[in-house]
């Protein structure tokens, strides 16, 4: 991974700093969920042997289900939705991508690793990408990004927690693709699970080639399964994916919970005089004057935080864990 890219986690860093194990830290620093689905048994040839047509459908069919995808579009599942965002410039005809920031940084990275892109402030660009809910302002958009844009990408990874405001429904459309991520809201990031939502011929875009006579050769480039490659997600993130997007009982159970939690983060924080900007129930985004003081008081403290290079003002915590409170108080200034 390149070092100029921006990310939470790097708890090693924090630790080779500030000292301590891993096991002495809570770290806030990533919106991902820290009561994650319990995996349960994963059968031992899940492990052994290649995974199997009958377990990617299964998932597939889990998928559509729990996102109410339409028919008309295509699930497309790979390790993780960062294998998918890298691959997103392929879908266009690499000259120019327009993503409002701040935002996640990864899509800004895949266009200019593809494109040789410096700027990504061009409205008029033919590919638009947002993430929905922004991260970190949570910030959700509405249908008028639907613009003539030939193509507009919906990072949807946060938007499990607010599932009323997906746009799926517009997956069928073409020139539309959904970003699904499955680490953030069951807390299994390290299962590496991602899905592309979208018509078919989205994701499996043409090059129109004009010929010395006039006319001109429509030529297929590879679909996102040819370019993902054959057995793209493990079998046991197969099992355990299936079977955790079947539960919509512990779904809906979670959402309650991560309200709550997000609400009693933003009441400790605001005691302790910071100021709440935004946010999804997964993640919150505060004003505290000076991030970079508060997130060493906060590791002095063995929590690790998210600050930005884009703000001098802005902290990010995700939610702690059940036993984790208590350690975030004692820390906080």
Request: hydrophobic fraction near 45%.
């Amino acid at each position: 991974m390149s070092e100029t890219r921006d990310h939470g986690g790097g708890l090693d860093t924090a630790i080779a700093i500030y000292g301590g194990t891993r096991a002495d830290w809570v770290d806030l620093s990533t919106g991902i969920n820290p009561v994650p689905y319990p995996i349960g048994d994963v059968a031992p040839d899940a492990w052994t042997a290649l995974p199997d047509r009958a377990a990617h459908d299964r998932l597939i069919a889990a998928a559509r289900s729990f996102w109410a995808v339409p028919d008309a579009a295509s699930v497309v599942a790979a390790p993780g939705a960062s294998a998918l965002i890298a691959r997103m410039p392929e879908l266009t005809d690499f000259s120019g991508a327009y993503i409002p920031g701040p935002t996640y940084n990864e899509h800004a990275a895949a266009f200019a690793a593809a494109l040789k892109l410096d700027g990504t402030g061009d409205p008029d660009a033919p590919t638009h990408i947002y993430v929905h809910p922004n991260n970190p302002t949570g910030q959700l958009w509405d249908a008028t990004i639907f613009g003539p844009q030939s193509l507009t990408i919906i990072d949807e990874s946060f938007c499990d927690v607010t599932p009323e405001a997906s746009h799926i429904a517009r997956a069928p459309e073409q020139g539309v693709v959904v970003l699904k991520s499955f680490g953030k809201f069951w807390g299994l990031a390290g299962l590496r699970l991602g899905f592309a939502i979208a018509a078919p011929d989205t994701l499996a875009p043409v090059d129109v080639v004009e010929l010395g006579d006039g006319t001109s050769e429509v030529i297929p480039r590879a679909t996102m399964d040819d370019m993902l490659g054959p057995w793209a997600v493990s079998g046991p993130a197969l099992q355990i994916a299936a079977r955790a997007l079947e539960d919509t009982d512990w779904a809906d159970a979670t959402r309650t919970r991560l309200a709550h939690d997000a609400a009693r983060l933003d009441a400790l924080l605001s005691k302790a005089g910071a100021s709440v900007v935004g946010g999804t129930s997964l993640f919150r985004l505060y004003d505290v004057g000076d991030a970079a003081a508060w997130q060493d008081r906060l590791a002095k403290g063995h929590v690790w935080s998210r600050i930005f290079p884009y703000s001098t003002s802005w902290l990010r915590l995700g939610l702690p864990a059940p036993d984790q409170w208590d350690q975030l108080e004692a820390a906080l200034p």
